[in-house]
């Protein structure tokens, strides 16, 4: 189980933000797209994520004021990314010692997709049942 795997199930579609973009542009992103998290890009390579904890940590330490300020001032990095044949559960034993939730995938330094905590627990749960069933299956058959 790969990456690749949860990619082809779910979509390379990627909501990114640029560097440059305002965190109040970004947490507008954040709440309009129902997202936790956005990688933020420049030109093809991810360069850092923007998530819901970087706009609670802004505001914390900046103020209203810090709504103004770039997301290359907010944003978390470096990004820590994965690639297309990563496993499943290295992505989730990574994910779990970062405590992170969303993770960029990349090929060749280009981002190529975006998995969340959720993509990969849904997949774990369902290749799970499948395989429960499958013995179900097999021992009625018997």
Known sequence: MTIAAILSGKGNEVISIAPT???????ATLAQRRVGAL???EGD???GIFSERDV???????????????VASAMT???ITV???DSVLGALSLMSRRRIRHLPVVEGGALIGFVSIGDLVKY???????DAAAMRDYIQSV
Request: negative net charge.
């Open 21 to 27: 973009q305002s965190v109040m542009e970004a947490a």
């Open 39 to 41: 990688p933020v890009v």
């Open 45 to 47: 390579a991810v360069i």
């Open 56 to 70: 609670i940590h802004a505001l914390n330490n900046g103020g209203v004021e810090a709504l103004e300020a770039s």
């Open 77 to 79: 990095a470096p990004a």
């Open 83 to 85: 690639g297309l044949h």
């Open 124 to 130: 774990r749960i369902d290749r799970i049942e499948a």
